[in-house]
C-alpha cells in the first residue's frame, strides 16, 4: 500500500488591514466574549438569552451566533470561569450557565483591560484628530 505524499499547506492569504470590515470583526469577536462574561455577572442564563443579552448591551455592535457563542461557552466552562447545568423547561432540555468565582476575577481583569484599551483608544483618536486640524508637520 503506497502513501501519497502530504500536500503543503497554502498560505493563509494576509488580512486587508484597510478595510473596516477585518477591525470590526476583530474587535467584535473580542468583545462578544468580554460581554458573554458580563451578562452572566448579572446571573445565570441559558444560551439564547445570552445572546440576545449581549446583543442589546451592545445596542447590537456584538450579536454572537451559536457558531460563536456554544464553542465559548465550552471553552469557558472547561476553564472553570462557567459551570452548567442542564434544566427541562416546557419539555425541552436547555443548558444554563453560571459565572463561577474565577469567571468574576476574569470579568472585573476584562473590565480593566477593555476600559485600559478604551483610554488608549481614545487619547490617540484626539491626537489624530489635532494632527489633521493642524495639519502635517506643524509645529504649532
Known sequence: MSRQP????LPRPSPDL???AYWAGTIKMA????????????????????ARAVERT??????????ALYPTLREFEQGGYVTSETEVVSGRERRVYTLTSKGRE?????LDAWMDATTALTETGRAAQARR???PGCKC
Not at 6 to 9: E, H
Not at 58 to 67: A, I, K, M, V
Open 6 to 9: 502530504a500536500l503543503p499547506a
Open 18 to 20: 484597510t478595510d473596516r
Open 31 to 50: 468583545l462578544s466574549r468580554f460581554f458573554v462574561l458580563q451578562v452572566l455577572h448579572d446571573g445565570p442564563a441559558h444560551g439564547y438569552d445570552i
Open 58 to 67: 451592545t445596542n447590537g455592535c456584538c450579536s454572537p451566533s451559536e457558531g
Open 106 to 110: 476574569a470579568f472585573r481583569v476584562g
Open 133 to 135: 486640524e493642524t495639519g
